[in-house]
Structure formats: structure tokens, C-alpha cells
């Protein structure tokens, strides 16, 4: 009869090996795929929060310089390679990885046993304003104050010297000009530390609006203390010959040429070309008496861009000029009378006889048409510039006098409805902390009743298979007790029989698992898995890791089994010693009853 019993156990036994593994893959997924703390380990064990700024930000940053290099709409690329340590370093202290894995858990904690059904609501709050702080004081100390800034404001410069180098073909005149002259002065306008104040004086205005405690800013750009840098910049820049040539060729002989004809008769016979009398007042204006007047000119425009004056007033006097220019002139026609005589006493007889006065001819006929001055005045800045530009020059001028001002309602009126509705958005964040609820979760989901319906099935089985699991851990070990008593003649043997059966499957089920995951699982695995090195930058890092985390997660789901069977095996085996200790103390003191009885 125990032999037709111990067949009867052969299907059960093949039955519960079945079910204990059954039983086991359902129990290793919930300890899982539906336990919030496995994709928390697998995001440590993967190193991800540091992953982030070790390797996934740099490539980042590659690729927008890359995109910068490629987008022809502007001429002007950062040199992101240069600055890539300062900008990973200040994201670390902005957002540390520690930081990061709190958000994270504290997500995966709030938001999957929610899905899993464990409750019917949720709160998940990203605190944000101590974020906004630490950025503020980084970005101040290490970026503006750093090497980082200093990078920045020499591509800048760079760029805004190309600029400049680029457009002097529109000027009236050729300026032999390098790039390292316009970006010396460049420097001298726009200093680093000057831009690096103004920066931080930005954000710090900002700032306050940003985070709630005020509802406007105001940026100041002061530009006063400019002004003269640049007059001097422009002076240095444009003193030289050309500019000479320019003034006295374009701008003054024409000027004298409008009142004069091509030649000027004087009386015997006596002429002067306009050529001559061109000759003559280059030499009664020399370079440096004309970069004077410039000088004089610049400075005004500067009294008058900074408000200082109310207009501009530049005299140019030209009464001693006119002085040197009549007695240079008188001299050549004196030496042109002259030469039409034999001997310079005919000469001098035949001029005190006639009473012969070039000077007093010349100061009429030629420089009494040229004024003894002339003016420069704002009449004439705005009569150049055209009447579309005066409100442009006002505006300027108010710039310059009071400072540039950018405040909220500027800003409001670039952003359209959607993107001040985002703006407020954002800074209600700040101010209380980013809120995600199930409420939020449910409107991302969707908007018909029927889906959420599903939804709410769907978490609501979930939820009560998770409940309920353990009792699909009584329908093996029912099966086990079945053939323990199948099979055994009393309890010990009954209860040898139910832990042997444990123990070999046991050992059975995490042998298998093993071999079963390194020579199918992982090979198939590899084959389904996409190859990185068919991806570039950040989406090849980011397949590489997810494949990463997909053997992680796989391996941990296989160790998770060997681990419940390691268990039963140990179990199983703590019970056979002591069924099998039980057994040897029984016979022995069968055996020594068996001879008391005996003697």
C-alpha cells in the first residue's frame, strides 16, 4: 500500500515543482516590477544620479556647441568646450546628486503604489526655492567671477571685434584697422568686470520676482561711465591719416571749394588754381590741429549723449587758420608777379608804383567767403541722422543719462498669453514648491470617464493580487503536505518526505534558474537589446545605460529567485538535520528501552 501511495506523490511532486515555480516568477515580480524600492536600487546600482554629470552633461554640452556651429542664423558660438568643467561643476552644486536621488525615490514612493492600487491618492512635492538660491549664488561666484565668464566675454569680444572689421567698408573712407586694434578697444569700452557687475546686478534684481517675494524688477544698465571710454576709444581708433584725408579732402575743402570758383584772377595776370589754394590749406591745417577740433567734436557728442548739455555746440574757429592761409597765399602770388620780371628791383619798382596789395585782395576775394567759424550743432546730428532716427537719439540719450531699464512690465509684453501663463506658473513653483497629485496624474492620463475607469480596474486587481498573494503560497505547500503523508509511514518520515521534496526542488529550481538566465536569458538579451555604437552623443550614452540597467534589473530578478530558493534550501535543510537528529535519538532510546525490557 506505501508503494501505491509513494506513485500517487511522482504527479503531485511534478505538480509542485510547477506551482513553487509558478508561485515564485509571480512573487519575484512583485518584489519587483511592482515594489517602488527596485527601481530605486537600480538607479543606485546604476550609478545614474552621478552618471548625469560624469558623463551624460558633457556629451550634452558637445552636442549643443555642435548646434551652435551648425545654425547659420548667428555668427556668434560660445566656446562650450572651454567652459565645460565650470558648467558641469555648477550643475553638480546646483542640483547635487544627492539632491536628485531624493526627488527621484521620493517620486517612485509617492507615485507607484498609487498605480499599484496601495492608496487612492498621492502628493509629490519638488521644493524649489533653496534650488533657486544655490543657483543664484553659484552662477554669481563660480560662472561670472570665474574662469568660466572670462571665456565667455573673450568669445564676445572676439565676435563683436569680427563685427566691426566686417562692416568698416561702410564707412566714407578705408580705416586700415586689425582686429586686435578693434578688440583692444573693444575692452576698453566694455570691460569684463564692467559686464560682469552688470550681470550680477541682473540677476540679483531678478531673483526676488522669481521667487515670489516681489512682483517686479528692474534691471539698470548704467551706461554713463561708458560714454568717455568710448570717446576715447573713437579718438584712438580714428586719429590717423586717413581720417586726415578724409576730413580735409570730403568734408572741409569742399566746403571752401563751394564758395570759390576753379581758379581766382587776381590783378596783372596773376592766378591761383584751386589746387594751390587746396596745397595751401592742408598746410594751414595740419593733422594735428584737425584731431583736435575731432577731439572737440567727439566730446561734445559725449557731454551731449551722457545729458550733461542739451545740445551740442562745437565751434571750430577758423580766424588764426584764415591768418596763416592769407599770408601763405599772398606769398605765392607775390612769387607768381615776380617771376614775369627780369630782376627783383623791376620787380619791387613796378609794385610800389602800382601800389600792389595781394593780401588785401586775397582776404576778399578768396577766404572773406569762408567764415571765420563753424558749427557744429544737434540741429545738424539730427538733420544727418533723418527725422525717423530723432526719437531713436532721444531714447539714447535717456539710456545713456539714466541707464537702460528692463523691468516685469517689459517682459510681459514680449511673452504672449501662453508663455505668461507659464511664466506664472513657474514662479508660483518656486515660491511654494512644485505639486504633483493623483488629480494632475488623472488629467495627464486622459479626459474620458471610460479610460480612467479602466485605469481605476486595472489598480484596483492589481492592488488586491498584491494583497492577496501570499495565499498562492498555500496551494504548493498543500501539494507539499500531500506528499509528505503520502509517502511517509509516520511523522518523521511524513515530514523527511515534505523536506527532501522542498530541498532537491529547491536545489533544482536555482540550478536551473542560473544555467537557464547565462546560457538563454542573457544571449537573448544581448540580440534584442539596440546597440549603442548605432546612436551618437547623448542617445548612445543613454541606450548604453539603459542596457546597462536592463541586465541589472534582469539579474536581480534571477538572483531574487536563487535567493527565495537559497532560502528554502537552507530551511529545508535545517529541518532534515533536525528530522534526522529526531530519528537517532528515537532509535537510540528505542534501543535502550529495547534491552532494559531485555535484562
Not at 401 to 407: A, D, H, N, V
Not at 586 to 592: A, L, V
Request: charged letters at 30%.
Amino acid at each position: 500500500m506505501i508503494w501505491f501511495r509513494r506513485i500517487l506523490t511522482i504527479p503531485v511532486i511534478i505538480s509542485f515543482i510547477l506551482l513553487l515555480i509558478f508561485v515564485l516568477l509571480i512573487t519575484q515580480v512583485k518584489d519587483t516590477l511592482l515594489n517602488p524600492g527596485f527601481y530605486n536600487d537600480q538607479m543606485r546600482q546604476a550609478d545614474m544620479y552621478n552618471f548625469v554629470y560624469d558623463e551624460l552633461l558633457p556629451v550634452a554640452l558637445d552636442e549643443v556647441e555642435e548646434e551652435m556651429e551648425k545654425d547659420d542664423s548667428t555668427d556668434f558660438a560660445i566656446d562650450i568646450s572651454a567652459i565645460e568643467d565650470e558648467l558641469v561643476s555648477a550643475a553638480r552644486k546646483i542640483l547635487p546628486p544627492e539632491w536628485l536621488q531624493d526627488q527621484v525615490e521620493s517620486a517612485t514612493n509617492s507615485v507607484i503604489p498609487y498605480f499599484l492600487g496601495d492608496t487612492d491618492e498621492f502628493t509629490y512635492t519638488i521644493a524649489l526655492r533653496d534650488r533657486i538660491d544655490t543657483a543664484v549664488e553659484v552662477i554669481n561666484e563660480d560662472i561670472v567671477q570665474g574662469d568660466a565668464f572670462t571665456s565667455i566675454y573673450d568669445d564676445g569680444m572676439s565676435y563683436l571685434a569680427d563685427q566691426v572689421l566686417e562692416n568698416l567698408d561702410e564707412l566714407p573712407y578705408t580705416v586700415d584697422l586689425d582686429k586686435e586694434e578693434i578688440e583692444g578697444s573693444l575692452r576698453t569700452v566694455v570691460a569684463e568686470d564692467w559686464i560682469a557687475s552688470q550681470v550680477e546686478a541682473a540677476i540679483d534684481s531678478v531673483k526676488p520676482y522669481m521667487t515670489g517675494d516681489s512682483d517686479e524688477f528692474t534691471i539698470t544698465v548704467h551706461l554713463k561711465d561708458r560714454v568717455d571710454a568710448a570717446a576715447d576709444t573713437v579718438l584712438d581708433l580714428f586719429s590717423r591719416e586717413e581720417t586726415y584725408d578724409y576730413l580735409l579732402d570730403e568734408m572741409i575743402t569742399p566746403a571752401i571749394e563751394a564758395h570759390l570758383g576753379s581758379i581766382v584772377n587776381l590783378p596783372f595776370g596773376v592766378s591761383l588754381s584751386r589746387e594751390e589754394i587746396d596745397s595751401t590749406i592742408r598746410e594751414v591745417l595740419p593733422e594735428n590741429w584737425v584731431r583736435a577740433r575731432l577731439s572737440e567734436l567727439v566730446n561734445g557728442f559725449a557731454a551731449y549723449a551722457k545729458g550733461e548739455t542739451d545740445s551740442i555746440e562745437v565751434t571750430v574757429d577758423l580766424a588764426d587758420r584764415k591768418a596763416d592761409a592769407l599770408d601763405a597765399l599772398t606769398k605765392l602770388a607775390d612769387e607768381k608777379l615776380q617771376a614775369q620780371f627780369a630782376s627783383w628791383e623791376e620787380y619791387q619798382e613796378f609794385k610800389e608804383a602800382h601800389n600792389i596789395d595781394f593780401a588785401d585782395l586775397i582776404n576778399r576775394e578768396i577766404l572773406g567767403k569762408i567764415p571765420d567759424q563753424w558749427v557744429y550743432t544737434d540741429a545738424d546730428l539730427r538733420q544727418s541722422i533723418g527725422e525717423d532716427n530723432e526719437d531713436f537719439l532721444d531714447e539714447a540719450r535717456d539710456w545713456v543719462s539714466e541707464g537702460w531699464t528692463f523691468t516685469e512690465v517689459d517682459l510681459l509684453d514680449e511673452l504672449d498669453n501662453d508663455e505668461e501663463e507659464t511664466l506664472e506658473d513657474v514662479r508660483g513653483w518656486i515660491e511654494s514648491g512644485y505639486t504633483l497629485t493623483e488629480t494632475d496624474l488623472r488629467e495627464e492620463i486622459s479626459d474620458r470617464e471610460e479610460d480612467l475607469d479602466y485605469f481605476d480596474t486595472a489598480r484596483h486587481w492589481v492592488g488586491i493580487g498584491k494583497t492577496w498573494l501570499w495565499t498562492l503560497w498555500l496551494i504548493p505547500f498543500i501539494s507539499l503536505f500531500f506528499i509528505g503523508f503520502s509517502g511517509g509511514r509516520n511523522w518523521r518520515s511524513r515530514l523527511a518526505w515534505m523536506v527532501v521534496v522542498l530541498l532537491l526542488t529547491s536545489l533544482a529550481i536555482y540550478i536551473a534558474t542560473g544555467q537557464a538566465y547565462s546560457n538563454i536569458g542573457e544571449p537573448q538579451l544581448e540580440e534584442i537589446m539596440p546597440d549603442p555604437s548605432e546612436y551618437e552623443g547623448v542617445e548612445a550614452l543613454m541606450v548604453e545605460k539603459g542596457n546597462e540597467m536592463i541586465k541589472n534589473a534582469s539579474s536581480g530578478f534571477v538572483s531574487g529567485i536563487q535567493s527565495k530558493t537559497l532560502y528554502m534550501m537552507i530551511a529545508s535543510g535545517v529541518v532534515l538535520m533536525g528530522v534526522i537528529g529526531w530519528s537517532v535519538v528515537s532509535r537510540r532510546r528505542e534501543t535502550e528501552e529495547s534491552i532494559e525490557n531485555t535484562t
